[in-house]
């Protein structure tokens, strides 16, 4: 299959603003399960407010959070794909500078240092772009994730050792939660990496953020640790905003590696109430649009 990089580019556009406008349905499936299990009156009304907010957004067409985020592509190439991932590159850049321009959109993006704002919600090394293989054939797909600097801003590193065990992995996330308190604008999805090195454990930490609530990590020990977690933190009583509650995370998602013998990296990262992603499916029949 012929990759069509007009038709990316197009994606890359609508994506951003579908990201923006949409709440995927599982995020919506996890309000509902919140506001059956919540027993403060506070955060039952916190959460009806979030869920109010969500369904005048989109029935007027307007934007789930002010914030539109760092736009992040992850992009999945199946067998048999054929396309120049220079091109690919720079059709999914233009589609995001088209979704801040013509939309228009409020670019988030500047220059760390001069904190200059292009308006292109593009910058260096932005729009971030992860590449992954997979073995269908004929398939190109593109989620797009647009992360907000509250929720990013609830980033965290240890660099553990294996001496310090799974008791070392379940502290550090439960003070990581503490410490975000409300700043990630809770309820979250508290992402977690494990192993590999420092740089491959805050992306699978990234990864674990933004999967799909209902997920479960492929690694039956991560799979324990993800539900031992979720129960952890829903008792520590941050709650909706940090208002305290028993709503602090939709779930604990981990993601994790093989990593050295001597070291054991732990990294979170939090995903805030407006879990926003969007996907697009490119076959030889067309482009489908989901979550």
């Known amino acids: 299959m012929k990759v069509d990089l007009q038709c990316v580019e197009d994606a890359a556009k609508e994506l951003y603003i579908r990201a923006l406008k949409v709440l995927p349905p599982d995020i919506k499936d996890g309000f509902t399960q919140l506001r059956r299990q919540e027993s403060g009156a506070t955060a039952q009304s916190l959460l009806g407010t979030m869920v109010r907010n969500i369904t005048v957004a989109e029935a007027t067409n307007n934007l789930l959070c002010q914030d539109t985020g760092i736009p992040i592509y992850n992009i999945t190439i199946g067998r048999g794909v054929q396309v120049d991932g220079i091109d690919l590159e720079h059709a999914i850049r233009r589609g995001c500078t088209r979704a801040t321009q013509d939309h228009p959109l409020r670019s988030s993006v500047v220059h760390p240092l001069t904190r200059k704002n292009e308006h292109t919600s593009c910058g260096i090394g932005v729009p971030v772009i992860h590449w992954a293989y997979c073995a269908t054939p004929d398939l190109l797909e593109i989620e797009m994730v647009p992360k907000g600097s509250g929720s990013e801003n609830g980033s965290f590193l240890r660099m553990a050792i294996p001496a310090e065990g799974v008791d070392a992995i ?111 499916s490119f076959t030889s029949h067309g482009v489908r649009y989901g979550f």
């Open 170 to 280: 379940k502290t550090f996330v439960i003070d990581s939660v503490l410490a975000a308190g409300g700043k990630t604008c809770p309820p979250t999805i508290v992402g977690v990496g494990l192993g590999g090195t420092s740089d491959l454990v805050v992306a699978l930490a990234k990864r674990a953020a933004t999967r799909p609530l209902g997920s479960v990590c492929a690694d039956p020990d991560g799979a324990t640790l993800e539900r031992q977690l979720s129960a952890a933190v829903n008792q520590l009583g941050v709650g909706p905003q940090g208002l305290g509650g028993d709503s602090t995370a939709f779930a604990v998602h981990i993601e994790l590696a093989a990593t050295h013998i001597t070291m054991n990296p732990i990294a979170v990262n939090m995903q805030c109430h407006s879990a926003r992603r969007a996907r697009a």
